[in-house]
């Protein structure tokens, strides 16, 4: 039986809005047919952790490519170490800056659903047509690829085919990835204290299901991969992401949605047009003269009110009301480019917010990104054998992956009652200290990755100094970086998650996603650019520079040590901007929820 008609019912007993024996969701969420959603019938665990499944073979699919490509380009295409790893990089960060594109069309047109099937669709084609041009254009010789083999040299096209490959399962991810959080998070409605607790626990659990997910890819596909047998890893990785949107799709009955507010560069330069043409209007300091809509049309538009903060002055004037707009205040007459409501003024107040913590998160994530190149060659250059096998050099972020699980489990079981113990506050660590703390454990991750390097470039054999992977320093050793940066992604990527989720306002959701995955595509281009300019200071006559082709010759050392006194700085930084960071305010159905606290309306 439908609920359209009582959904907005105030006078709903404990809080619960009903149709005969069925509770519809507080939240404003809808079902496949726009009507809004059922609780028993919608959204929920089972809902959750279809897109959890989703998640871990998707990311499966991704990292069976990415997590070896600095070694294809090296090995199949013939790059050297320090253009692999550039390459690397700035295709990682094509990767996430592509989210922005994701969370835009999701926010405006498309809703999150349609937004996450198409690109996933978009996904599996790059990832066919990559599997096709290796196995019939760029893996020649037969047999090439391997660390004994490499491959002889490749066309123009061939070379424009693999790139436009790759960038095709950049555009596919980094438009998916956004969305699929911020959708998996839909299905818990926050207005629910039992289901509000699941919507908090499942950004812990998508974290380990992305990191489960690049555990096959990162051991069983990277081995294969390592061995030169490149097309098996990258079909195998197609048929993954095939069957993660097959998956995705079986769910849709099950899902809650939320429709699109409408494009928020609109609604953004409103409030800055408004604003500047009331530069030279008088306010009042308590702001009652500031204009919103009344409770019935917010409720209507499944909005939130916010409340209004102080800060940002100049664009409280956007919502001022003058003589001239004193009579065309309803919602049909009103202009917006004249006149915006608070809690319009508000969300642009709130990105501005969110902006310096944003900032701060980017160095993280030029440490972050070292997994997936210099800690790759750092390894090959080590001993990789233990009698007769070889280990895979990429196939150590099986610590980081393990390291993650771990810390994930000791958090949410131990450290985190514990906190609430002993700082006796209902949500133990918010998501800043948490941040907080996973920069401290990254710079520790580039202390211990520096000490490595150092002593294995000690150990190299000196008649050997011509050579790759002369070191007799076992691969081992490299166990407590990988470990330190996954409890360090524990404490920052999971918090900023949470952080970005929570902060954002109604209707921008997916862009508080995309701005955790913009801070990872950043890092990824600053981590690019740190490698070119160290490269061009430190190669002068005869220095070979700090991360030559023989990281035998160089001093990668120094660039861990580099990037650890940067990430101190940035500690330093991020500290005063939590300290004056203000949580957002609105007021829902269940009163003033600020931060991660709620305070109920007397």
Known sequence: MACLNVCSNKGAVDGKIKQGQETCTLDGTVDWHGRPAIRERSGTWVAGILILVNQGLATLAFFGVGVNLVLFLTRVLGQDNADAANNVSKWTGTVYLFSLLGAFLSESYWGRYKTCAIFQAIFVIGLISLSLSSYIFLLKPKGCGSDQSHCGSHSSFEIALF?????????????????????????????????????????????????????????????????????????????????????????????????????????????????????????????????????????????????????????????????????????????????????????????????????????????????????????????????????????????????????????????????????????????????????????????????VEYFRLKYATTECAQCEGSSSLSIFWQIPQYVLIGASEVFMYVGQLEFFNNQAPDGLKSFGSALYTTSMSLGNYVSSLLVTIVMRISTRGEMAGWIPSNLNKGHLDRFYFLLAALTLADLIVYIACAKSYKYIKFEGKSGIKEGNELELKV
């Open 163 to 451: 790139y436009f490959s790759t960038y095709l399962i950049a555009l596919g991810n980094g438009g998916y990835q956004p969305n699929i959080a911020t959708f998996g998070a839909d299905q818990f409605d926050e207005e629910d204290p039992k289901e509000g607790h699941s919507k908090i626990a499942f950004f812990s659990y998508f974290y380990l299901a992305l990191n489960l997910g690049s555990l096959f890819s990162n051991t069983i596909l990277g081995y294969f991969e390592n061995e030169g047998m490149w097309a098996i890893g990258f079909w195998a990785s197609a048929g993954s992401a095939a069957l993660a949107l097959v998956l995705f799709l079986c769910g849709t009955p099950r899902y809650r949605h939320f429709e699109p507010k409408g494009n928020p560069l609109s609604r953004f330069s409103q409030v800055l047009v408004a604003a500047t043409r009331k530069w030279k209007v008088e306010m009042m300091p308590s702001g009652e003269d500031l204009f919103e809509l009344d409770e019935k049309e917010i409720s209507n538009n499944g909005d939130r009110k916010m409340i209004h903060t102080q800060g940002f002055k100049f664009f409280d004037r956007a919502a001022v009301i003058n003589s001239k707009e004193f009579n065309q205040i309803d919602k049909d007459a009103r202009d917006p480019w004249h006149l915006c409501t608070v809690t319009q003024v508000e969300e642009v107040k709130c990105i501005l917010r969110l902006l310096p913590i944003w900032l701060c998160t980017i160095m993280y994530s030029v440490v972050f990104t070292q997994m997936a190149s210099l800690f790759v060659e750092q390894g090959a250059a080590m001993k990789t054998t233990i009698s007769t096998f070889h280990i895979p050099p990429a196939s150590m972020t099986c610590f980081d992956i393990l390291s993650v699980a771990a810390f994930i489990f000791i958090y949410r079981r131990v450290l985190d009652p514990l906190f609430v113990i002993t700082t006796k506050k209902a949500e133990g660590l918010t998501e800043l200290q948490r941040m907080g703390i996973g920069l401290v454990i990254a710079i520790l991750a580039m202390m211990a990755a520096g000490v």
